[in-house]
Every structure is written in structure tokens, then in C-alpha cells.
């Protein structure tokens, strides 16, 4: 069974930058699609970043776009969220999860097989 664990949140500031990393335990983050998901309190999980499994595709939600940037490292088996200009709207837990091997870089929850714990962000105004 395959583990997948999140660093990186924290409380920062309106402006303020954060890089989230996930961990997988196995070394397959080369050949599957990864994905970045948040959840607000009294909301429903959503979309925020995908990547395919090459890393040559990535997608991303518009309220995110521009600001947000997904990334993986094959060899350290680590997917990454580098996240920018944050607003108190991006307060949530983020999720890393694993997609379908030899995928392309989707939005779609149902595709995600492989959940991360969370990690809480908070940004205050």
C-alpha cells in the first residue's frame, strides 16, 4: 500500500509564500500522474493543481493559475506545491494524492486512488 505524506503548511500572511512537499513510499512518482486538492472548512474537497506522469503537462484551477506551481522530483520521490501570493481564500487542508499511472495531468478526484493525511494552511489578513 502506498503512502503518501504532506509537509509544508503553516500560518502566513496575506502575500506570503509556501512550498508544500509530498512524500510517496514507494518509487513510483515517476510513472503516475500526482495532484494537489484543499479542503475549506464547511466545503467540499476541490481541484488546485495536476501534473502528468512525464511532468510535461500540468493543469490548473483559475484561482490558483499564475499563482501556484506543481512540481515533482523522480528521484526524490516528492511531489511539490510551490505556492505564491496567498489570499485568506487559499486557507485550507491540502491534499496530495496519485493518479493512474501513465496518465495525464487531471482534475478529476474519482482518477486520484492514493490519499494523503493533509496538511493545514492558513493565511491571515
Known amino acids: 500500500q502506498v503512502q503518501l505524506v504532506e509537509s509544508g503548511g503553516g500560518l502566513v500572511q496575506t502575500g506570503n509564500s509556501l512550498r508544500l512537499s509530498c512524500t510517496v513510499s514507494r518509487r513510483t512518482i515517476g510513472s503516475y500522474a500526482m495532484g494537489w486538492f484543499r479542503q475549506a472548512p464547511g466545503e467540499e474537497r476541490e481541484f488546485e493543481a495536476a501534473?502528468?506522469?512525464?511532468?510535461?503537462?500540468?493543469d490548473y484551477a483559475t484561482s490558483v493559475k499564475g499563482r501556484f506551481t506543481i512540481s515533482k522530483d523522480n528521484a526524490k520521490n516528492t511531489l511539490y506545491l510551490q505556492m505564491n501570493s496567498l489570499k485568506p481564500e487559499d486557507t485550507a487542508v491540502y491534499y496530495c494524492?496519485?493518479?493512474?499511472?501513465?496518465?495525464?495531468?487531471?482534475?478529476?478526484?474519482?482518477?486520484?486512488?492514493?490519499w494523503g493525511q493533509g496538511t493545514q494552511v492558513t493565511v491571515s489578513s
Open positions: 501534473i502528468s506522469w512525464s511532468g510535461g503537462a500540468t
Open positions: 494524492a496519485r493518479g493512474p499511472a501513465w496518465a495525464g495531468a487531471s482534475s478529476n478526484q474519482e482518477q486520484y486512488e492514493s
